[in-house]
Every structure is written in structure tokens, then in C-alpha cells.
């Protein structure tokens, strides 16, 4: 009889132990998916920003290049 209960005792005691355990796996995998969500999220930004400061430096040049040279051609044309 004291075998049994014993027995009992430790399946009962290994079961909770493996379903603490699956809580804690659930756990750390939430984290996981949390933090790789937060880094894509911070990474498409930082991209983002660069795609525009790229935009903006390639307008900015594009129209001094085309001021340049439609102010060279109006002079050539007026001398």
C-alpha cells in the first residue's frame, strides 16, 4: 500500500512538473516571438528612414544638377 501511494505521489509530482515545464517552454517561445516581432518592426524603421534620407539627398542633387545646367544652357544660348 505505501508503495503505491509513493508511486502515485511521485507521478503526480512528475506530472506537474512537466506541465510547469511546457509552461515554461510556452513562455519563453512568446518571448521569443515577441522580441524577433519587435526587432523587425525597429528594422523596417531604421530602413525606412534611410530610404528616405536616399529620396531626399537624390531630389536635392537631381535639382541642382538640373538648375546647373538649364542656368549653363541659358547662358550659352544667350552669348
Do not use: H, P
Amino acid at each position: 500500500m505505501k508503495m503505491r501511494q509513493s508511486l502515485s505521489t511521485f507521478e503526480r509530482a512528475f506530472e506537474e512538473e512537466r506541465e510547469i515545464d511546457r509552461q515554461r517552454r510556452e513562455a519563453i517561445r512568446r518571448a521569443t516571438e515577441r522580441r524577433t516581432r519587435k526587432r523587425t518592426i525597429e528594422r523596417n524603421v531604421r530602413m525606412g528612414r534611410m530610404r528616405y534620407v536616399v529620396l531626399a539627398c537624390t531630389l536635392s542633387t537631381t535639382a541642382v544638377v538640373i538648375s546647373f545646367a538649364m542656368f549653363r544652357v541659358l547662358y550659352l544660348l544667350m552669348e
